[in-house]
């Protein structure tokens, strides 16, 4: 019996060492090959790039950059059996450079037409922020918002107002009163947007609470057109869109002149794409430092927890949702536009779309696994199961042995009480 007990043990710990180790990727002996080791939460792209888009990607087949195309044709098999082609404007995935799949099944856009790219836009105006930073027009993500709009009065004043930074801003932890479906609407029928949003209430100490506010996306365009030379527009147009030799572009104002920070960005998936790459490679492009890369890995940390695309993602940072699980992240926007940056896979994936057709079950049952990851870990789910039973079976054998033992002693004291009432003596 204690051999039997010994070896279900030990089977137990193996398997659960396993799923744990499994659990946490930075403690596992069994990471996807094709993991990268990571260096002060700096994101590293698997390989170089030995080309940079400027002029256009260049296309290759899946197989040769490590891409099952029995997978993507598996997605495309269950795209048309869901019958969800006519929601998808576009689909695209760029491995190690180079454009793998491309795909428009709605048949509405191509890749010379500008899509609306909705909240997506909010991570190039993070962006700029942080290129803003680097080069000293806005001092520090600590700065109170209210001093960028001198002699100015806003309703509902309070010390929490005023304690609003930048920084809380980006995280959308300002601790506004606001409903995004309600006070987005009225805020883009209102004269003066930045008014609108800074005559709010608070509700929250900034800083505490996460808040989903396009209200504060937009303050920081305001920032930017306030303090960058020629406004918000140029300072996108000479640090990203000419450096990645973006051209079609479009981006709504307000009735002051102020590129909507939020939303109402236009760009072509290609150029999603771009975007994308820029951030899988540090911030560089063509040998130059586009972004810091200091930036690029603190706006893709999760400052605080927050559930989304059916509990895939768990995290917020600079505008940027972060899958943790995945060492991701991705900016989103209404109707599925997404751009994913995954630098352990050298992955950048874009959807534009025109309603919700969950672009996550794509992403997490077709894309990934063509790309040699699987979200559920075999390892980590056999060492479940393996575990979960070994423990059923020590429990039960503990359980046994120990219930047969209270009896043998039962019987023994029964059995002894018995024969000294007899007058018998035993040693």
């Known amino acids: 019996m204690k051999g039997i007990l010994k070896k279900v043990y030990v089977i137990f710990f193996i398997s659960y060492f396993v799923f744990f180790t499994s659990w946490f990727p930075g403690l596992s002996f069994f990471n996807n090959s094709n993991k990268v080791e990571l260096n002060d939460n700096v994101k590293l792209q698997a390989q170089a790039p030995d080309y940079w888009p400027t002029t256009g990607w260049r296309a290759s087949s899946p197989e040769s950059q490590g891409v099952s195309p029995q997978k993507l044709q598996e997605m495309e098999d269950y795209i ?4 969800i082609g006519g929601y998808i404007d576009s689909l695209l995935i760029v491995r190690n450079g180079y454009l793998v799949y491309e795909s428009y099944p709605s048949h509405i856009y191509d890749a010379n037409i500008r899509h609306h790219i909705f909240s997506c836009t909010k991570v190039f105006t993070s962006t700029l922020i942080g290129v803003a930073l680097e080069e ?8 109170y918002v209210l001093d960028y709009f001198p002699n100015r009065t806003f309703d509902n004043m309070d010390y929490r107002k ?9 995280t959308m932890t300002s601790g506004i009163a606001w409903t995004d479906q309600v006070d987005y609407y009225q805020m883009a029928f209102s004269y003066n947007w930045v008014q609108y949003v800074l005559d709010q209430p608070m509700v929250h100490q900034p800083g505490e609470v996460w808040n989903y506010n396009t209200g504060g996306s937009h303050l920081l365009s305001a920032i930017l057109d306030r303090e960058t030379p020629n406004g918000t527009l ?8 000419d450096p990645l030799n973006i051209t079609e572009y479009s981006w709504n104002l307000d009735r002051q002149g102020i590129p909507i920070g939020g939303t109402l960005l236009h760009l072509t998936p290609r150029d999603m794409a771009k975007f994308g790459f820029l951030y899988l490679n540090n ?20 400052f605080i927890d927050v559930e989304f695309d059916q509990s895939h993602g ?3 940072g600079y505008q940027w949702w972060i899958y943790n699980w995945l ?10 536009q997404y751009i994913v940056v995954i630098p352990d896979l050298n992955l950048v994936v874009v959807s534009t779309g025109n309603t919700e057709y969950q672009f996550i079950r794509l992403l997490v049952d077709f894309i ?3 790309a040699g990851f699987t979200p559920l870990n075999l390892v980590f789910v056999i060492s479940l199961i393996v575990g979960t039973i070994s423990l059923s079976i020590l429990l039960g054998f503990t359980f046994f042995h120990f219930k047969k033992k209270r009896t043998i002693k039962k019987l023994r004291k029964e059995f002894f009480e018995e024969t000294d009432s007899n007058g018998e003596t035993f040693q």
């Not at 048309?80 to 019958?83: K, L, T």
């Not at 000293?136 to 700065?143: E, F, N, P, T």
């Not at 060492?327 to 599925?336: E, F, I, M, P, V």
């Open 80 to 83: 048309v059996s869901e019958n």
């Open 136 to 143: 000293g027009y806005i001092s520090g993500l600590d700065d």
């Open 162 to 170: 005023e304690a609003i930074t930048i920084k809380d801003l980006l």
């Open 234 to 241: 140029d300072y996108a147009k000479t640090r990203i869109f």
């Open 283 to 302: 911030g560089t492009w063509n040998g130059t430092q586009l972004i810091p890369a200091s930036w690029v890995a603190e706006a893709t940390t999760s």
């Open 314 to 316: 768990s995290g917020y």
């Open 327 to 336: 060492n991701a992240y991705t900016a989103r926007g209404s109707n599925q």
């Open 368 to 370: 990934l696994p063509s």
